[in-house]
């Protein structure tokens, strides 16, 4: 069955409560540095909006303690930048629950968008408080959801609030995560191939495990691979490992064994003497690791192997860095994989993007037009890619719901 998304509901008249993600960096003075995730909001607006219907955003930003107002995570600066965004004046509930946001959302009239202070200013909303989603609830007569960063926490704003509606709508930011992200890799074209990276195995272990059964290739670089590696009995060096996590790496390197999945680990890394940028290193096979050395990046003959599976996939999923790609001189391998998924993309491969890191290496490198999605989500992008259901995802209603919400 399909979700239903707001573009299946006419809002005319309607007071819609939509949790966004506003949670953008904000420097010093109080200035926003990247509007980016208000900017992804505004076609979800817009369309509410042109329905004739009024707007309640709500949202949190960083992380604030949970036992009142503080200045520095006050959404009050989002409140100028949106409507400077929509083009319209946009009111603001410096409480985002009480008798002032509760008059202010009775006064919208059609057309109109009201912003509600930081959610996370109340410990009830990370608890998913009955009684808070309650209050959050009675604002509107209608809920959307185009938080996807969120999606992956049951709290008040994401699960609590949808319980109360019949209907409960995906916002067009939201969907699309989930068309890609969901919809794309259940019915991959094939072949699938699948890159992983980034510190710990610890952090990713659960996807690794689902997408093992799903992907043709299953390439693992960065930080991670040196526990394999230990686990094989090699010597690694000073390279970052996890002791705790060897057992597990042997159980993994077994499992691939008797699976399908193209299992590949690389084959040479770029060794240094200490953790900087500078440090003198050399190109080393995996089996040849100096014990004074840590592994900071892949190899090139591992980039060589990495870029002809990527290129001649027809799905690819990326999610974390192959290197500390943070210094420039271990970047090679991270760029050199950027490049590949970009090759793929203009070869015809559907090409998606998730993680922090990955995200920042597509849009330092500029290729984020040649990716054909970079998600917006980390922990959300990576639960999702793991087989797992979003707990604010299951709360949004399939089309056709019989709510008399006009989807049918
Ligand atoms: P994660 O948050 O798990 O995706 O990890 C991202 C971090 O992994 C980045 O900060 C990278 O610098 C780091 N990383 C990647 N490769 C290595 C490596 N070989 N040694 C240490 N850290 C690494």
Partial sequence: MARLTVKDVNYKNMRVLIRVDFNVPIDAEGKITNDFRIVSSLPTINKILEDGGSVICMSHLGRPKGEGYEAEFSLKPVQERLSRLLGIPVAFAPDCVGDEAKALAAALKPGEVLLLENLRFYKQEKKNDPAFSATLASFGDAYVNDAF????RAHASTVGVAQHFDCVTSGLLLEK??????DKLDDPVRPYTAI?????????????????DKVDNLIVGGGMIFTFYKA????????????????LAKEILEAVKTSRVNFMLPVDVVAAGAFENDALSTIVDVDQIP?????????PRTVKQFAEVIRSSKTVLWNGPMGVFE??????????????????????????????DSVAAVKKLGFSDKISHVSTGGGASLELISGLTLPAVAEISEKSCGCGCGCK
């Fill in 232 to 247: 094989m009995g090699y010597e690694i060096g000073k390279s970052l490992v996890e002791d705790d996590r060897i057992e």
């Fill in 327 to 356: 210094m420039p001189n271990f970047a090679k391998g991270t760029e050199a994989v950027c490049a590949a998924v970009a090759d793929a993309t203009e070869h015809g491969a559907v090409t998606l993007v998730g993680g922090g």
């Fill in 291 to 299: 014990a004074d050395q840590i592994g900071l990046d892949i190899g």
């Fill in 149 to 152: 960063g969120t999606s992956h």
């Fill in 196 to 212: 992983l990276g980034g510190a710990k195995i610890s952090g990713k272990i659960d996807t690794i495990r689902h997408l093992m």
């Fill in 177 to 182: 995560e989930l068309i890609y992200l969901k």
